[in-house]
Every structure is written in structure tokens, then in C-alpha cells.
């Protein structure tokens, strides 16, 4: 079956633009979590849903970033204002959950975000 | 808070070889622990996790690893390495009841033939 698409998968800006990265998960997951990979750094996270209710925000590294996922299945990650320090591969992940259980995360191939 | 220590950023072997690639973590709590690879260009997938049980974990593509709770450590071994295997490596770990992933820096495996 399909996994996690992302899109674009490249995508410049000018300092100051605003940017709007996408994610489709898996069809039927409930989880769904967003990452910043600087470059040669591992994934950090920024934020995560269940169904359409964002229960943690705590990674957002600034009130310019804004993500929701209305439906519950398609997410969006908005940048305002990007600043260089934005740079970065920005992970979509997904994964079925059953209250504590761990369920593994289903990882989109990113998009990278270059401010110039 | 937890966190997860990669020491070593690059690990070069040659084909054939065994590669054991380092992993140690810091929590004041239970926690599961991953390892993701990522190959180029593409996104992350799972090698296997750790949640209970039995110690040494195995995973996909001839890969393990050992928990040791003393050592805070989930080294991630393969007795035989092909050229494939190169790619870069992330050990990860998640608080019980937590789903977010807190990952290392990262160890890039690099196989020559």
C-alpha cells in the first residue's frame, strides 16, 4: 500500500515568505507527528496529533510555526516569515496507536526547505 | 528529559566485516528505544525497537541489538555488513505512554567493498 507522501520535496524561499509543507499519512493511522532534521543532525520533534486534535506542541520553535490536520488525515506545516535558521528537511511521520501502546512510525521521504 | 548519544558520527568497514555501531541514552524513566536507518534522499525506517522482554532484539536486513539497562546502552550489531548497509543510523527512544521519538545525532555507516 501506499506510505507517507510528502510534498513538495524541495522547496526554496526567500527570507520572510511564508512556506506551507504537506502530509499524507497512511490511510486509517490516527498518529501523526512532525520532525526537523537539521542538516547533519537526527530528527527533532515539533509537534503530534491524534485524529484532528494537536495534543502536543511543545517542539514548535516559534510562534511562526503553525501545523493542523483539520480532518484528521491530511496534515499541513506552515513557516511564516522563514528566517535562514528554518533550513531544514522537515520529517511527516504517522503510526497507528492504542492508548500506551508503541506503534512504529511510519516515515515520509521529507521536504527539504532551503532559505536563502 | 531524556536524551540519546550517538558517539560515534562515521564508522567505516569494509564488506564482510562485523560493524557494532554505539548508542547510550539518559532517562530518569522507563523508556523504548529504536533504530531507524535512513538511506539517501529517502525517509526513515524502522530496524527494530526494544519494548520488554528479552534483551537482545532482532530486526530486519541480519540486524540486533542488546539492551542494557546498567549501561543505558542499545548497541545495534551485524555480524556480516554488505555495501547496501551503507547509510546513516539513529538510535531513538520514547518515554512509556509517549509516542514523540527523541533521536541521536546519528552514525553514518560506511562499507567499502
Known amino acids: 500500500g501506499a506510505g507517507v507522501s510528502q510534498s513538495p520535496r524541495y522547496k526554496v524561499a526567500k527570507r520572510g515568505q511564508d512556506v506551507a509543507l504537506r502530509c499524507d499519512p497512511i490511510?486509517?493511522?490516527?498518529?501523526l507527528f512532525w520532525y526537523q532534521q537539521a542538516l547533519g543532525q537526527g530528527p527533532e520533534f515539533l509537534t503530534y496529533f491524534q485524529n484532528e486534535a494537536q495534543l502536543d506542541k511543545s517542539g514548535l520553535p516559534s510562534d511562526r510555526f503553525f501545523a493542523e490536520r483539520p480532518e484528521g488525515s491530511v496534515s499541513t506545516l506552515k513557516i511564516q516569515r522563514t528566517q535562514q535558521e528554518d533550513s531544514a528537511v522537515y520529517l511527516c511521520?504517522?503510526?497507528?496507536?492504542?492508548?500506551?501502546?508503541?506503534?512504529?512510525?511510519?516515515f515520509g521521504p521529507g521536504t527539504r526547505l532551503t532559505v536563502t | 528529559a531524556q536524551s540519546v548519544t550517538q558517539l560515534d558520527s562515521q564508522v567505516p568497514v569494509f564488506e564482510e566485516a562485523p560493524v557494532e555501531l554505539r548508542c547510550n541514552y539518559s532517562s530518569s524513566v522507563s523508556v523504548y528505544l529504536f533504530w531507524y536507518v535512513q538511506y539517501p534522499n529517502q525517509g526513515l525506517q524502522l530496524l527494530l525497537k526494544y519494548l520488554s522482554g528479552s534483551t537482545l532484539v532482532k530486526g530486519i536486513n541480519g540486524f540486533e541489538a542488546e539492551f542494557n539497562k546498567s549501561q543505558t546502552s542499545f548497541h545495534l550489531r551485524k555480524p556480516s555488513v554488505h555495501i547496501s548497509d551503507t547509510a546513516e543510523y539513529f538510535c531513538?527512544?520514547?518515554?512509556?505512554?509517549?509516542?514523540?521519538?527523541?533521536f541521536g545525532t546519528g552514525t553514518r555507516l560506511l562499507v567499502s567493498p
Open positions: 490511510s486509517g493511522h490516527v498518529s
Open positions: 511521520a504517522s503510526s497507528l496507536v492504542w492508548r500506551e501502546l508503541v506503534n512504529e512510525q511510519y
Open positions: 531513538a527512544v520514547s518515554l512509556l505512554g509517549f509516542q514523540k521519538l527523541v
